[in-house]
Nanobody, 116 residues
Framework: QLHLVESGGGSVQPGGSLRLSCAVS????????IGWFRQAPGKNREGIAC????????YYADPVRGRFSISRDNAKNTVYLQMSSLKPEDTAVYYC?????????WGQGTQVTVSS
């Protein structure tokens, strides 16, 4: 099973940008899909973006499509989430996880706060 650690969160003003990183370890093959998820206070965790093992396709949830971009650098074993045009409603703890997530544990996540 992969071990994943999220980083790159912080506080930013509306309209700003952040790049989150998901460092992957524990597996030498590249044939795994990774998803980014977020959980806002009082809300369920939601999937927002995912990328397959060979970066042939990426998926984005409606709230982030056109503003967020997922990518992966297999040489660095890292998956990124570039977030632009951030809105206050993007405030949440962001997590990455291997797909499918069923039965997998979750890391600590990284906090993103969008506020003026």
């Amino acid at each position: 099973q992969l071990h994943l650690v999220e980083s790159g969160g912080g506080s930013v003003q509306p309209g700003g940008s952040l790049r989150l990183s998901c460092a992957v370890s524990g597996f030498t093959e590249d044939n795994y899909g990774i998803g980014w998820f977020r959980q806002a206070p009082g809300k369920n965790r939601e999937g927002i973006a995912c990328i397959n093992d060979e970066e042939r396709s990426a998926y984005y949830a409606d709230p982030v499509r056109g503003r967020f971009s997922i990518s992966r650098d297999n040489a660095k074993n890292t998956v990124y989430l570039q977030m632009s045009s951030l809105k206050p409603e993007d405030t949440a703890v962001y997590y990455c996880n291997q797909l499918p997530t069923s039965g997998r544990s979750w890391g600590q996540g990284t906090q993103v706060t969008v506020s003026s």
